[in-house]
Nanobody, 125 residues
């Protein structure tokens, strides 16, 4: 069965860093796009970043561009989200999600069929 498990969340001070992990099982990353999404209390879920399958092309929301980096380790079947220069407005539950694709580029506006359980990120003094 296809499963995604997020980890790495926690409490960090503004300006700090965290690295989130999304461990995939039941499939390999080659033909799946992986997206990171987040949802803060009282707000709509928003796309943060995504990475395509074989090509490894990436996209970022304007709010995180230059601060966050998405990457993958195919040997470990894991996708990472490195988050630097964290701000209080980054506080949210972060989810990773997967969709099958053969396209070279990923898009966060498309439907993602498989979702992890989420990991809490809190940025506060």
């Amino acid at each position: 069965q296809l499963q995604l498990v997020e980890s790495g969340g926690g409490l960090v001070q503004p300006g700090g860093s965290l690295r989130l992990s999304c461990a995939a099982s039941g499939f390999t990353l080659d033909y799946y796009a992986i997206g990171w999404f987040r949802q803060a209390p009282g707000k709509e879920r928003e796309g943060v970043s995504c990475i395509s399958g074989r090509a490894g092309s990436t996209n970022y929301a304007d709010s995180v561009k230059g601060r966050f980096t998405i990457s993958r380790d195919n040997a470990k079947n894991t996708v990472y989200l490195q988050m630097n220069s964290l701000k209080p407005e980054d506080t949210a539950v972060y989810y990773c999600a997967a969709r099958a694709t053969v396209q070279a580029m990923c898009a966060m506006t498309l439907q993602y069929y498989y979702w992890g359980q989420g990991t809490q990120v809190t940025v506060s003094s």
